[in-house]
């Protein structure tokens, strides 16, 4: 019976894989790849020649069986793009269906992008939440952000390049001005990690492009979690100033500012 293998890809420099997960992928029968021409410049680069099968969000439920079939002949590895395998990509369901069929499961560990920037960021590492990308829609993402808005731990988020300017603004609305990291394409040739306050991200980041890890601060012993109504006020009047229902607006600084929905509601509506 086959061991399924989940074996950290670098997340940039080339260099940054280690001897055991070049072994693995050489020994195994079968390769299951996020992307299989990603993969193949990895593999080309060390001059491995295993046989490769996608394993993609959109083909991850028609691949389980053939993979469970491969690995009832022998061991399967398991690799994303980049990092670790089965952060925010489709791994968890083949681990599980492995598990379930009675196959082991080992880790090859390596690189993993929210953790290199965390270790990097400069902010406290004892206890952290890793959160991964949050949602595209604004009032979905600013709900989200509510959830973790009183949790002391610092928190790690991914974000793309074309919503990194909305995201940090919904994180200082909501977070305050907090200290933060952001590492832009890690361990590549331009690789960046700014640190400072939330409030000055936006400027220095506008325009940029690659892959970010945000690091941002927790919450502070400082920090009230009783807003004030005039705070309550302000940042319900820029809600709904871009069109956001007052039942949604009220929902959304419910999370994050110690009040009641239905008070918000009352205070946003003019019911107060």
Do not use: C
């Amino acid at each position: 019976m086959g061991t399924l293998y989940l074996v950290a890809t670098p997340i940039g420099n080339l260099e940054d894989i280690s001897a055991r997960a070049l072994r693995i992928l050489r020994e195994v029968r079968l390769i299951a790849a996020e992307d299989t021409r990603v993969t193949r410049k990895l593999l080309t680069h060390y001059q491995i020649h295993t046989r490769q099968v996608s394993y993609f969000e959109h083909n991850k439920l028609s691949r389980l069986e053939q993979i469970l079939g491969e690995l009832v002949e022998g061991d399967v590895a398991l690799v994303s793009d980049a990092g670790t395998p089965g952060l925010n990509d489709p791994g968890y369901e083949l681990v599980r269906a492995a598990i379930q069929a009675g196959h082991p499961v080992s880790t090859v560990p390596g690189p993993a992008s929210p953790v290199a920037a965390l270790v990097a960021s400069g902010l406290p590492t004892d206890a952290f939440l890793y959160v991964g990308y949050l949602p595209r829609k604004a009032s979905d993402r600013r709900v989200a952000l509510g959830r973790v808005v009183d949790l002391p731990y610092t928190l790690v988020f991914l974000e793309s390049p074309h919503r990194l300017i909305e995201t940090l603004n919904d994180m200082e609305d909501i977070f305050g001005d907090r200290p933060a990291a952001i590492a832009r394409e890690l361990t590549k040739l331009h690789e960046e990690i700014w640190r400072g306050n939330l409030s000055d991200a936006r400027q220095h980041f506008d325009h940029a492009r690659g892959e970010f890890v945000l690091v941002i601060a927790g919450r502070q012993k400082s920090e009230h979690k009783q807003w004030t109504q005039a705070r309550v006020r302000a940042a319900a009047r820029k809600r709904l100033a871009r069109g956001e229902a007052a039942t949604v607006v009220a929902a959304e600084l419910a999370a994050e500012s110690g009040w009641t929905r239905r008070d918000i509601y009352k205070l946003v509506s003019g019911r107060d």
